[in-house]
């Protein structure tokens, strides 16, 4: 049976909401996922300097908490920073888009899309003005990658902890498996997320080794753990090479893509929420022109932000490739010495030519020779 909708989104994560939220109630949208519940276990954040204004008052609704800096702390440096923070998470987004009308959301396997349908296993066809694909990343000879992944927990304490903004690196911690640190989001004085993240060369991790590392990094705070809320878990790509060209020589013309299905992310961060903002915006510009049109705006899009960030490709090649698994922390740890504006631009991808001369010049955290072999890919790399 066919089930009409203005827009039809296969897959219903953090970028197919992010249309939802900014299309509704203009245009109704169907989201279609295999999971039930397809933001649990979820966290996205953002600098206040990565989303302009505009985009962040319709993405208010959704976000669960705002601070007004954050920091980072290293074993020969801690620093306070004055740029603003803010989260979504599941129940956050969850509730801002359920609450949208002309917004649903539909339980399914897809087996087929193109730009005006979805066909599901069970042989339902979806059809809508157009159909956008969001189904999440998948590796692509295109792209060479190494990961970034974690393991979180949002815990009630006993007792106040302390913080009163995130800090969204403490790599004092042992270097294990690669760069190592924690992630500490205070949603209130006792309700805290703390995620053991690694940038890894191998996707593979430890459920119950994290929990353990968890559990023993609030232990050695002094927090006492009353009750775990919830927890969440995710490997990220972070890219080190990528030919955008053939990536999307592999992609239907007409067929809408979005997300990290579309490799919508930062290359080096793995931040994908300011490219989800991004791609929703360009959705509501163009997705009344129909398919087509819409497809060849995200494409143009992702193959001129492909070519922007040739830069933050390199710096993941130097930290993988130059940079031994537990010299990684060097890497980070000298770059947050760099001055606050430059590491706002780089988080937003707005990096300047001056800033590129500044993160490459002065004494290197790795050695010379390995550096120099990271410079060419071995991949067709655009413009930087």
């Not at 069970?122 to 990961?147: C, E, L, M, S, W």
Request: aromatic share 8%.
């Amino acid at each position: 049976m066919d089930q009409a909708a203005d827009i039809v989104i296969a897959g219903a994560g953090l970028s197919a909401q992010l249309v939802a939220l900014r299309l509704a109630p203009q245009a109704r949208v169907l989201m279609i996922d295999r999971h039930p519940d397809p933001l649990a276990g979820h966290t996205w954040s953002f600098h206040d300097a990565d989303i302009d204004a505009d985009a962040q008052a319709w993405l208010a609704p959704a976000i669960r908490r705002r601070w007004a800096g954050q920091e980072v702390r290293f074993p020969g440096h801690a620093r306070r920073l004055a740029s603003g923070y803010a989260s979504l998470d599941a129940g956050s987004l969850g509730a801002a888009t359920a609450a949208l009308p002309g917004v649903s959301m539909i339980e399914g396997r897809v087996r087929d899309i193109d730009g005006r349908s979805v066909t599901l296993d069970d042989g339902r066809r979806i059809a809508a003005g157009v159909a956008i694909d969001a189904r999440g990343f998948r590796p692509h000879p295109a792209a060479q990658v190494r990961f970034q992944k974690f393991l979180g927990q949002e815990v009630e304490l006993s007792s106040p902890h302390g913080l009163t903004r995130p800090v969204i690196m403490d790599a004092t911690v042992a270097q294990q498996d690669g760069y190592r640190f924690f992630y500490l989001l205070p949603f209130d004085d006792r309700r805290l997320l703390i995620e053991d993240t690694y940038y890894s060369d191998a996707a593979a991790l430890s459920a119950d080794r994290q929990r353990t590392a968890i559990a023993d990094y609030a232990a050695d705070r002094g927090w006492q753990i009353a009750r775990v809320l919830r927890e969440e878990r995710g490997v990220l790509p972070i890219t080190l090479r990528l030919d955008a060209e053939a990536f999307w020589r592999d992609r239907p013309t007409g067929l809408p893509v979005i997300g990290l299905r579309a490799l919508r992310f930062h290359s080096l961060t793995g931040y994908s929420l300011p490219h989800a903002v991004r791609s929703a915006e360009l959705v509501a510009r163009h997705w009344q022109a129909g398919p087509e049109t819409l497809a060849g705006a995200l494409r143009r899009d992702s193959l001129a932000d492909a070519g922007r960030q040739g830069f933050y490709r390199l710096l993941a090649r130097m930290l993988f490739e130059a940079a031994a698994p537990d010299e990684r922390r060097r890497v980070m740890e000298r770059f947050y010495r760099l001055p606050e504006p430059l590491i706002e631009r780089f988080y937003a991808g707005q990096t300047s030519l001056a800033d590129k001369a500044r993160i490459l010049t002065g004494r290197p955290p790795v050695p010379v020779s390995r550096a120099l072999r990271c410079l060419p890919g071995t991949l067709k790399e655009r413009s930087a």
